[in-house]
Each structure stands twice: as structure tokens, then as C-alpha cells.
């Protein structure tokens, strides 16, 4: 199964999302630019998306706050990710979709 935007499921993930009093506005950035360079990957389960990508489309100016917004929605369950490691290949992201009893998540 495919977590994509197009998935009914992601309404849930969204609504999940905006009910949790941990996330701030800079944690919601960042999944609306995940889910903008997953479109951009043709909606596979997992995508690439680079640091600085990410920031400039989230509006997040400090790679401490991007990496602190990034760790916690891995933490909170929210996001699988694979970081590369080399400068020119982005990371691996995958949303998890915990509603979804045909989602790995």
C-alpha cells in the first residue's frame, strides 16, 4: 500500500496531526513540504527530499529547528526517515499512516 496524499486514510493522518498539542506551526510546515516533494515523486511510499529543500519550502530558517522538527515526528510516529549522508543524494522519507491497517505503519 502507497501512503500517499491521495489516499482517503491521509485525511486522518492530517487530523491526527492538527489534534496533537506537541506540534507547533514549524512541525506542520515541515509535513506540508514532505507532502509537497512526495507529490514531486510521483506519490511512491517512499520519496527523496533534501535538507535544504525542505527548509526553504517549510519556511524553516535553522537546521537546528528543522532537525529538532524532523526528530520529533520521527519519535511521535509520524515519519520514517533514512537520512543519506552523502551531499548530492537526498534523504528517504516514508509517511506512517497508523489508521491504515494495510499501511506498514
Not at 529547528?65 to 528517504?92: D, F, I, M, Q
Amino acid at each position: 500500500m502507497v501512503n500517499n496524499t491521495h489516499d482517503p486514510s491521509f485525511n486522518v493522518y492530517f487530523e491526527h496531526i492538527t489534534q496533537d498539542n506537541r506540534l507547533l506551526p514549524s512541525h506542520i510546515g515541515l509535513v506540508m513540504a514532505l507532502c509537497y516533494f512526495q507529490r514531486q515523486d510521483n506519490f511512491n511510499d517512499f520519496f527523496h527530499s533534501s535538507r535544504r529543500k525542505l527548509m526553504h519550502f517549510s519556511r524553516i530558517r535553522s537546521i537546528a529547528t528543522y532537525h529538532k522538527c524532523l526528530s520529533e515526528l520521527v519519535r511521535y510516529g509520524y515519519l520514517e526517515y533514512n537520512p543519506s549522508w552523502h551531499p548530492t543524494r537526498a534523504s528517504k522519507f516514508r509517511f506512517i499512516m497508523k489508521n491504515n491497517p494495510r499501511s506498514n505503519g
